[in-house]
DNA sequence: GGTTTGACCATAA
DNA sequence: CTTATGGCCAAAC
């Protein structure tokens, strides 16, 4: 396997990583790409997520490791972004921060015992 | 086909 | 806190 990005394997364990994601729970790029087993690429999951294409992924609940939001408002998804979480109970400090210690979202461990 | 960019991150100074 | 550096690699240019 030469392209363990471009196998579509790569995005769809992404999707379903995210959508294990509950509401009211945040998680960061390099955790999801940690979740599925590549912990060096963050911004592939960055790009995986620009490319989405489906509603049922909740791309939203994807932010930073610094609790804010990474996205580039040109076509107004940050806002989108941020608006989501704020309806799902995420609190933004003044700096556009949430609580990640408190919010951030854990995968149950799968190393065994 | 080389260079730059980018929904990122860790580490160091 | 800020900057700098290096890693990562698909798209876009």
Same mark, same amino acid.
């Given at each position: 396997m030469r392209d363990p990005i471009q196998h579509p394997g790569f995005r769809q364990a992404v999707y379903e990583a995210v959508r294990e994601v509950l509401v009211g729970w945040v998680t960061t790029y390099g955790d999801v790409a940690a979740a599925v087993g590549h912990p060096r690429r963050a911004r592939h999951v960055g790009w995986a997520l620009a490319a989405l294409d489906d /509603? !049922? &992924?909740?791309?939203?609940r994807v932010i930073n490791r610094l609790g804010s +939001?990474? +996205? %580039?408002d040109d076509t107004g998804r940050a806002t989108l972004q941020r608006a989501r979480l704020e309806a799902e109970g995420l609190v933004f400090d %003044? $700096? !556009? $921060? &949430? /609580?990640l210690a408190r919010h951030r979202w854990r995968w149950p461990d799968r190393l065994g015992p």
């Open positions: /509603d !049922g &992924v909740p791309w939203h +939001i990474s +996205i %580039a %003044a $700096r !556009g $921060r &949430v /609580d």
